[in-house]
């Protein structure tokens, strides 16, 4: 080595080369279930028809709200009404794109037969792949999965069918 240089000039040689580019930094990591579950609701939203009325999605929520209200906090239900009317405009004005209104379509029938991890999913699918579409009223169904999910034993409004009822004697499934 030359008198006066440092034993090691690496690190000088290194800072003159350019930086590596390595793209966006990865979201963490992904659960393989969600991956399936959106992959699964795009396969239906691209094979059946999106023509979901409004009110096949409005009526169930806003009876679901209605259930809600003796139990649950009016400041909340309040909340949870002005953004379901929120959704009902976006949807009136033609806001609302095809997979988010089948999507809704899917997470109403959910909730109707009180599969909450099911209708949870569906929520979370929409906040990922429609976060600027969905933002200003999807945190108001979000808060009425919860409060019906806590309701005192709600019975499935439709069930599949008999073989899932419990019989004296017998848990539920």
Do not use: Y
């Not at 909450?116 to 808060?143: C, F, P, T, Y």
């Amino acid at each position: 080595f030359p008198p006066g240089a440092p034993p090691d000039n690496a690190p000088a040689a290194s800072a003159a080369l350019p930086p590596k580019v390595l793209g966006p930094p990865p979201l963490g990591p992904v659960n393989p279930a969600l991956r399936t579950e959106s992959a699964r609701l795009a396969a239906e939203e691209s094979s059946e028809g999106c023509d979901v009325p409004a009110d096949a999605v409005l009526i169930p929520l806003r009876e679901a709200l209605a259930t809600c209200r003796p139990t649950v906090q009016k400041q909340v239900c309040d909340d949870i009404g002005q953004r379901l009317t929120v959704l009902g405009d976006a949807w009136a004005q033609g806001k609302l794109s095809a997979p988010v209104r089948k999507r809704m379509s899917l997470l109403v029938q959910e909730l109707q037969q009180c599969h909450w991890d099911a209708a949870d999913e569906i929520h979370r699918s929409l906040m990922v792949d429609h976060v600027n579409e969905v933002s200003q009223w999807l945190v108001g169904v979000k808060r009425l999965i919860a409060e019906t999910r806590n309701l005192p034993a709600m019975e499935p409004a439709a069930p599949r069918d008999d073989s899932t009822e419990a019989r004296p004697g017998q848990e539920a499934p």
